[in-house]
């Protein structure tokens, strides 16, 4: 059973994810977004504001900076539709060289489990890492939807990968000063 708000099972600060819980699914998956302190401040900026999420066609109600604690509706848009996600944020790690979050599911959402997302630096290559704990909502109508969620979970983590990656890797460099 996932645990009360404040704790988490992804350990976001942790560099090396060890904890595995029966009945959940477990997944982590590392993407390198660039080099440098542009891109390193940059993404720890964009994922402190959600911004794996929202540049993946999600959004985030209300659109604040992460905090232990709130309790965001994140709206899933797939065919047109809007499925509300109402997740609770149990853990932030601001370090010189690791930056990033953790939130569970709350009741209501299509599933049951915990995400992370987390930027941290090895030399001066900046990563993306994502992790991910689920399995079926209690809800018998999300229970239902479940093989077809786990699916769309694969798409929206293609999405979390590239979304910090594409754009640190093209982003223009400032203008000249003049």
Do not use: C
Not at 5 to 20: L, N, S, Y
């Amino acid at each position: 059973m996932m645990r009360a708000a404040g704790t988490t099972q992804t350990h976001p600060a942790d560099a090396v994810w060890r904890e595995a819980v029966p009945g959940y699914r477990r997944w982590e998956k590392t993407t390198t977004l660039g080099s440098g302190g542009e891109v390193w401040g940059w993404a720890t900026a964009e994922v402190l504001r959600w911004g794996v999420k929202t540049r993946s066609g999600f959004s985030v109600t209300p659109a604040t900076t992460v905090a232990t604690g709130i309790r965001p509706v994140i709206l899933a848009h797939p065919f047109g539709l809007s499925i509300r996600e109402p997740v609770e944020v149990v853990d932030v790690v601001e370090t010189p060289n690791r930056v990033g979050f953790a939130y569970r599911t709350l009741p209501g959402h299509p599933v049951s489990g915990e995400e992370a997302f987390i930027v941290h630096r090895r030399g001066d290559e900046v990563l993306l890492t994502i992790r991910s704990l689920t399995r079926a909502a209690d809800s018998p109508r999300w229970r239902l939807a479940y093989p077809g969620l786990l699916l769309a979970q694969k798409v929206a983590r293609l999405r979390y990968l590239r979304a910090l990656r594409i754009r640190a890797t093209h982003r223009k460099p400032p203008p000249p000063a003049v």
